[in-house]
């Protein structure tokens, strides 16, 4: 969009709508010949990377005329910043001192502890604002689909960042069950499915020592486990090649360069083929990633071999051209996973296009304790929608168009009126932090568009531009809003600040609603 017509699009979303209806139903939409008499009122549905852009984006649109509501299912705000970026990666957060000024902009209402779905649906949000932008991330995670993938010991990644990060959900379903698998006596081995920087942020975790994670804002409950590991050696386990590998070079140096930590790869699997060759002379992080494999080969970090005949030493292990074709439980009466059959691949097809072939050998990793499937996240369809509303199950994404939500009628694409998509949820689990705020840039575009042209809801008049926070305490919410959560953040702090770390964070919704709202003081 050329620079003037995009800034004609926000003068016009400021407040110049023209009188428009939407064919397709009589939709109610902006109507004024002027500028709206009340603020406009826009709802965002979740409050990680994508929807804080998308609130700063609607605020850079819509200036003094923008009201945005931020509704959250936790108590604490910030998504996978908060509770999906690894503890010693604390740079990465940094961008939380951004979102948390968003926060706290007059114009922006924080509304935590509200579950969209259960507290409100989307027909409570139609009557009460002029659009609502649904980014709620990527909540489920994608299978393996092998037999034995659902035996005690075997998790998603997904919740063993969580658990390690203090999201509440994680942590009262997973604690219990990793202590057991971390600590297991008959296994000292971890195997990682996937080859991305999720599962490379996992490895690092299991082998990194446990005291240079004391200093960060890793969560007491796993740094008490992760001291308690009897895990030494962590099999990472890809389909495909070390050319077609999804991590990037500076989070896999990172982990290869961990101390007392051996790395071991076949160097068959080094091989490349003129394919591969093609595939990283066409993709230089994956040239540098595949060089930086190398290295630590030719030069493993000194005194590592002796630490492991000591039985002091950890190793990593990358299995390339590898499926897992089951998962077999241990004998002992606990039925936990204790092994993993593989099946040996081979590549064929042309560079930028490798596909995994089986080659019909097999072999199995024994001793293991412990199964983290990091083979991507998955969308989920809302509860909060009526049956019907447009939701691709293959992609895990709702159907779109520059964010626009759209949905099939008469065998024709039409947006849903005044519902969009920004995040996970519009393009699927992909991307950097940064990634997001283009992703929140081309949905805020597409509204500022519609409002110019009248095509944005016109809140019921009887709400009187109050938003759902009304709604959600008649219904006996326990809100918490921007105040709350500032009182959860200094009360993690000094909870950290005592333990030397950044922040000792709650691990508990009830804990954290307490300290949102006070509950027991005095």
């Given at each position: 969009?050329?620079?003037?017509?995009?800034?004609?699009?926000?003068?016009?979303?400021?407040?110049?709508?023209?009188?428009?209806?939407?064919?397709?139903?009589?939709?109610?939409?902006?109507?004024?010949?002027?500028?709206?008499?009340?603020?406009?009122?826009?709802?965002?549905?979740?409050?990680?990377?994508?929807?804080?852009?998308?609130?700063?984006?609607?605020?850079?649109?819509?200036?003094?005329?923008?009201?945005?509501?931020?509704?959250?299912?936790?108590?604490?705000?910030?998504?996978?910043?908060?509770?999906?970026?690894?503890?010693?990666?604390?740079?990465?957060?940094?961008?939380?001192?951004?979102?948390?000024?968003?926060?706290?902009?007059?114009?922006?209402?924080?509304?935590?502890?509200?579950?969209?779905?259960?507290?409100?649906?989307?027909?409570?949000?139609?009557?009460?604002?002029?659009?609502?932008?649904?980014?709620?991330?990527?909540?489920?995670?994608?299978?393996?689909?092998?037999?034995?993938?659902?035996?005690?010991?075997?998790?998603?990644?997904?919740?063993?960042?969580?658990?390690?990060?203090?999201?509440?959900?994680?942590?009262?379903?997973?604690?219990?069950?990793?202590?057991?698998?971390?600590?297991?006596?008959?296994?000292?081995?971890?195997?990682?499915?996937?080859?991305?920087?999720?599962?490379?942020?996992?490895?690092?975790?299991?082998?990194?020592?446990?005291?240079?994670?004391?200093?960060?804002?890793?969560?007491?409950?796993?740094?008490?486990?992760?001291?308690?590991?009897?895990?030494?050696?962590?099999?990472?386990?890809?389909?495909?090649?070390?050319?077609?590998?999804?991590?990037?070079?500076?989070?896999?140096?990172?982990?290869?360069?961990?101390?007392?930590?051996?790395?071991?790869?076949?160097?068959?699997?080094?091989?490349?083929?003129?394919?591969?060759?093609?595939?990283?002379?066409?993709?230089?992080?994956?040239?540098?990633?595949?060089?930086?494999?190398?290295?630590?080969?030719?030069?493993?970090?000194?005194?590592?071999?002796?630490?492991?005949?000591?039985?002091?030493?950890?190793?990593?292990?990358?299995?390339?051209?590898?499926?897992?074709?089951?998962?077999?439980?241990?004998?002992?009466?606990?039925?936990?996973?204790?092994?993993?059959?593989?099946?040996?691949?081979?590549?064929?097809?042309?560079?930028?296009?490798?596909?995994?072939?089986?080659?019909?050998?097999?072999?199995?990793?024994?001793?293991?304790?412990?199964?983290?499937?990091?083979?991507?996240?998955?969308?989920?369809?809302?509860?909060?929608?009526?049956?019907?509303?447009?939701?691709?199950?293959?992609?895990?994404?709702?159907?779109?168009?520059?964010?626009?939500?759209?949905?099939?009628?008469?065998?024709?694409p039409t947006h849903v009126t005044g519902v969009y998509v920004a995040g996970w949820l519009k393009r699927g689990p992909s991307g950097i932090i940064g990634t997001n705020l283009h992703c929140a840039e081309e949905t805020v575009e597409s509204i500022a568009e519609d409002a110019g042209n009248g095509r944005l809801r016109r809140p019921d008049y009887r709400f009187k531009g109050k938003g759902v926070r009304p709604l959600l305490e008649s219904r006996g919410v326990r809100v918490v809003d921007a105040e709350g959560w500032g009182r959860i953040d200094a009360?993690?702090?000094?909870?950290?600040?005592?333990?030397?770390?950044?922040?000792?964070?709650?691990?508990?919704?009830?804990?954290?609603?307490?300290?949102?709202?006070?509950?027991?003081?005095?």
């Amino acid at each position: 969009m050329a620079s003037a017509t995009r800034e004609t699009l926000l003068r016009q979303a400021r407040g110049l709508a023209t009188s428009a209806v939407i064919a397709s139903g009589g939709i109610p939409v902006f109507n004024s010949p002027g500028k709206e008499s009340t603020p406009r009122r826009f709802c965002v549905v979740g409050s990680g990377p994508a929807g804080m852009y998308a609130a700063d984006r609607l605020l850079a649109a819509f200036g003094e005329d923008a009201r945005v509501d931020v509704i959250e299912k936790l108590p604490t705000p910030f998504g996978l910043v908060r509770s999906g970026v690894a503890p010693d990666h604390a740079g990465t957060k940094s961008v939380v001192n951004r979102f948390d000024g968003i926060l706290r902009d007059p114009r922006v209402t924080y509304l935590g502890n509200v579950s969209f779905g259960e507290h409100v649906g989307l027909d409570d949000l139609y009557a009460r604002y002029s659009a609502t932008v649904l980014c709620y991330g990527a909540e489920g995670d994608k299978k393996l689909g092998v037999p034995g993938e659902d035996l005690p010991g075997s998790h998603s990644a997904r919740e063993f960042v969580g658990w390690y990060n203090g999201d509440p959900r994680c942590v009262k379903d997973l604690d219990a069950p990793m202590r057991r698998a971390l600590a297991c006596a008959e296994g000292d081995t971890a195997v990682i499915f996937g080859l991305g920087n999720v599962a490379v942020d996992c490895a690092r975790m299991l082998l990194r020592a446990p005291e240079h994670l004391a200093s960060t804002d890793v969560c007491q409950h796993a740094l008490e486990a992760l001291r308690r590991s009897t895990v030494r050696r962590v099999v990472m386990v890809g389909r495909r090649g070390v050319a077609q590998g999804a991590f990037s070079p500076k989070e896999l140096r990172e982990l290869l360069n961990l101390p007392g930590v051996r790395v071991t790869v076949d160097p068959m699997e080094l091989a490349l083929e003129p394919e591969d060759e093609a595939d990283l002379a066409a993709h230089r992080p994956r040239r540098r990633a595949y060089e930086a494999i190398v290295k630590s080969i030719e030069s493993p970090p000194a005194g590592v071999e002796a630490d492991l005949k000591a039985g002091g030493g950890r190793e990593l292990v990358l299995k390339f051209l590898r499926s897992p074709t089951e998962f077999l439980p241990s004998d002992d009466g606990e039925n936990s996973v204790r092994s993993v059959d593989l099946a040996v691949n081979r590549l064929e097809g042309a560079a930028g296009s490798r596909k995994a072939v089986p080659t019909g050998e097999k072999e199995r990793v024994d001793r293991v304790s412990l199964v983290l499937r990091s083979v991507g996240y998955k969308g989920l369809p809302a509860k909060g929608v009526k049956e019907g509303f447009p939701f691709d199950h293959e992609r895990g994404v709702v159907p779109n168009v520059a964010g626009r939500v759209m949905e099939k009628m008469g065998g024709y694409p039409t947006h849903v009126t005044g519902v969009y998509v920004a995040g996970w949820l519009k393009r699927g689990p992909s991307g950097i932090i940064g990634t997001n705020l283009h992703c929140a840039e081309e949905t805020v575009e597409s509204i500022a568009e519609d409002a110019g042209n009248g095509r944005l809801r016109r809140p019921d008049y009887r709400f009187k531009g109050k938003g759902v926070r009304p709604l959600l305490e008649s219904r006996g919410v326990r809100v918490v809003d921007a105040e709350g959560w500032g009182r959860i953040d200094a009360a993690e702090r000094a909870a950290g600040e005592a333990a030397g770390k950044p922040r000792e964070k709650f691990v508990s919704v009830d804990s954290m609603v307490r300290t949102a709202l006070a509950i027991g003081e005095n």
